[in-house]
């Protein structure tokens, strides 16, 4: 097949070269997603208070529609890169055909479910008389467009997945642009206010999503998505699926910790919970480019898990490891050191800034675990290797963390939820390290002993 001169050789040799290339544009363009959100809220807090907690009170809601999408995009990923590795090019074209074909109905049933209970998902949130209107009308219109949506998140996904992680960047770039300049278009000339945050969010959509047809339909890349591609048979879903469901369930739970952190603080007076949430900020940005370094570069353990190159797979997963631990130790050590002034960018109330900067500190003692849980997550993913996967994964957001917070803070007071963080930190990075060192000894013994052990741990 002809290659795209953007596309990026899986097999390259020079891997720490080929990592950070795939890895950086990833980084870029997650930020530029997230950072989409917040220049939606800058205009729409010209609006006054009530229109920016109605935006802030869909936060639920979006994590869910994102968990979809980022649960069938990583189990396409995974499955696409393995096919690669392995020279079965149309298997891995009718993997990301089928995840397409499957996303589009999910996205629609979501769509419709949401929309008749609009009205009381925001009653059960909390929202007062005077936020739902606004809520419901930025949600509703907002949600016409997920189906748009969530084809964009599992079409960048197969697109890193072939490496072309550039092309995903420039898009999500041309849409966040696209979204900041129709926003005070929409919001302030055509007086359309929270529902015209929402119509520019949506024209953004549909200019990325264009991108991605024209991709696709001008054979851009390795992947051909077609009609004939399609197919529903089972042990292709399951494996689409398997890999993807602790993705979905991992950030419906962050939602969910969040909610917890601030119900647990919440005893302890405002001031705490303006604390608690600077910390949580700061530690969302820290995760921020891990998390897509990884993403980024999950392809060339995927493809390398493939070719049963394990040598190469033991390589790529150690690069991955010193680059991603050194960034989270970093930036663990940074926020430490400066906790003070960061936290003063937040709030200039003295009170907010201690109890911020003792939170801040506590929150971030173990962070540098944090590269190695998420190397180890995505290489689990790139393996295929779902319920190890949902182990690692669900440690952090979930058995871990939940029970803490419920039960520390009652038992210890504020430092009880200071603990809860920290120590369900570092347990779901022990839990890393000692998967992470069983899959190597496995991979070592593969290569010590190929005929014997390469079908054991590929399966």
């Given at each position: 097949?002809?290659?795209?001169?953007?596309?990026?050789?899986?097999?390259?040799?020079?891997?720490?070269?080929?990592?950070?290339?795939?890895?950086?544009?990833?980084?870029?363009?997650?930020?530029?997603?997230?950072?989409?959100?917040?220049?939606?809220?800058?205009?729409?807090?010209?609006?006054?208070?009530?229109?920016?907690?109605?935006?802030?009170?869909?936060?639920?809601?979006?994590?869910?529609?994102?968990?979809a999408?980022?649960?069938?995009?990583?189990?396409?990923?995974?499955?696409?890169?393995?096919?690669?590795?392995?020279g079965?090019?149309?298997?891995?074209?009718?993997?990301?055909?089928?995840?397409?074909?499957?996303a589009?109905?999910?996205?629609?049933?979501?769509?419709?479910?949401?929309?008749?209970?609009?009205?009381?998902?925001?009653?059960?949130?909390?929202a007062?008389?005077?936020?739902?209107?606004?809520?419901?009308?930025?949600?509703?219109?907002?949600?016409?467009?997920?189906?748009?949506?969530?084809?964009?998140?599992?079409?960048?996904?197969?697109?890193?997945?072939?490496?072309?992680?550039?092309?995903?960047?420039?898009?999500?770039?041309?849409?966040?642009?696209?979204n900041?300049?129709?926003?005070?278009?929409?919001?302030?000339?055509?007086?359309?206010?929270?529902?015209?945050?929402?119509?520019?969010?949506?024209?953004?959509?549909?200019?990325?999503?264009?991108?991605?047809?024209?991709?696709?339909?001008?054979?851009?890349?390795?992947?051909?998505?077609?009609?004939?591609?399609?197919?529903?048979?089972?042990?292709?879903?399951?494996?689409?699926?398997?890999?993807?469901?602790?993705?979905?369930?991992?950030?419906?739970?962050?939602?969910?910790?969040?909610?917890?952190?601030?119900?647990?603080?919440?005893?302890?007076?405002?001031?705490?919970?303006?604390?608690?949430?600077?910390?949580?900020?700061?530690?969302?940005?820290?995760?921020?480019?891990?998390?897509g370094?990884?993403?980024?570069?999950?392809?060339?353990?995927?493809?390398?898990?493939?070719?049963?190159?394990?040598?190469?797979?033991?390589?790529?997963?150690?690069?991955?490891?010193?680059?991603?631990?050194?960034?989270?130790?970093?930036?663990?050590?940074?926020?430490?050191?400066?906790?003070?002034?960061?936290?003063?960018?937040?709030s200039?109330?003295?009170?907010?800034?201690?109890?911020?900067?003792?939170?801040?500190?506590?929150?971030?003692?173990?962070?540098?675990?944090?590269?190695?849980?998420?190397?180890?997550?995505?290489?689990?993913?790139?393996?295929?290797?779902?319920?190890?996967?949902?182990?690692?994964?669900?440690?952090?957001?979930?058995?871990?963390?939940?029970?803490?917070?419920?039960?520390f803070?009652?038992?210890?007071?504020?430092?009880?939820?200071?603990?809860?963080?920290?120590?369900?930190?570092?347990g779901?990075?022990?839990?890393?390290?000692?998967?992470?060192?069983?899959?190597?000894?496995?991979?070592?013994?593969?290569?010590?002993?190929?005929?014997?052990?390469?079908i054991?741990?590929?399966?």
């Open positions: 097949m002809p290659r795209n001169k953007q596309h990026t050789d899986l097999s390259d040799p020079n891997l720490s070269s080929l990592i950070l290339r795939l890895g950086i544009p990833s980084i870029i363009g997650l930020s530029i997603n997230a950072f989409q959100q917040v220049v939606n809220l800058i205009f729409v807090g010209a609006l006054g208070v009530q229109a920016m907690a109605a935006v802030s009170m869909t936060l639920p809601i979006v994590v869910l529609l994102t968990a999408g980022q649960g069938i995009g990583l189990g396409t990923a995974s499955f696409i890169s393995r096919h690669f590795g392995a079965d090019n149309l298997e891995a074209s009718r993997g990301a055909s089928t995840a397409l074909a499957l589009a109905p999910i996205g629609i049933i979501l769509t419709v479910a949401l929309l008749l209970n609009l009205r009381g998902i925001f009653a059960t949130l909390g007062s008389p005077s936020i739902t209107p606004l809520a419901l009308d930025y949600a509703g219109t907002l949600l016409f467009g997920y189906t748009v949506m969530l084809l964009n998140m599992v079409n960048g996904f197969i697109v890193r997945a072939e490496g072309n992680t550039r092309f995903s960047m420039w898009t999500m770039m041309t849409a966040f642009t696209l900041a300049v129709l926003d005070p278009v929409f919001i302030f000339l055509l007086d359309l206010g929270v529902r015209g945050a929402a119509l520019a969010t949506l024209v953004s959509q549909i200019a990325a999503i264009s991108l991605y047809i024209a991709y696709f339909t001008n054979a851009r890349g390795i992947v051909r998505v077609r009609a004939s591609h399609i197919s529903v048979r089972a042990d292709r879903i399951r494996q689409l699926a398997f890999i993807g469901a602790p993705a979905s369930i991992t950030s419906i739970l962050s939602a969910v910790d969040s909610m917890l952190l601030y119900r647990a603080a919440a005893p302890f007076g405002d001031d705490s919970i303006a604390a608690v949430g600077i910390a949580v900020r700061l530690l969302t940005i820290g995760a921020l480019p891990v998390t370094f990884c993403i980024g570069s999950q392809a060339v353990l995927g493809f390398g898990w493939g070719a049963r190159d394990f040598a190469r797979v033991l390589k790529a997963a150690k690069l991955m490891l010193s680059m991603t631990v050194a960034l989270s130790v970093a930036y663990s050590a940074a926020i430490m050191i400066f906790a003070r002034p960061l936290v003063g960018l937040f200039d109330s003295e009170n907010v800034t201690k109890i911020a900067v003792s939170t801040c500190i506590v929150f971030h003692l173990f962070f540098g675990l944090f590269g190695i849980q998420s190397v180890v997550t995505t290489m689990l993913q790139s393996f295929g290797r779902a319920r190890l996967s949902a182990v690692v994964s669900l440690a952090r957001q979930g058995y871990l963390f939940i029970p803490a917070v419920l039960l803070p009652l038992m210890w007071g504020f430092n009880g939820l200071l603990a809860s963080q920290a120590i369900a930190e570092l779901t990075g022990m839990i890393a390290l000692f998967v992470m060192f069983h899959q190597f000894a496995q991979i070592g013994r593969a290569l010590r002993h190929p005929a014997s052990k390469a054991e741990i590929a399966g």
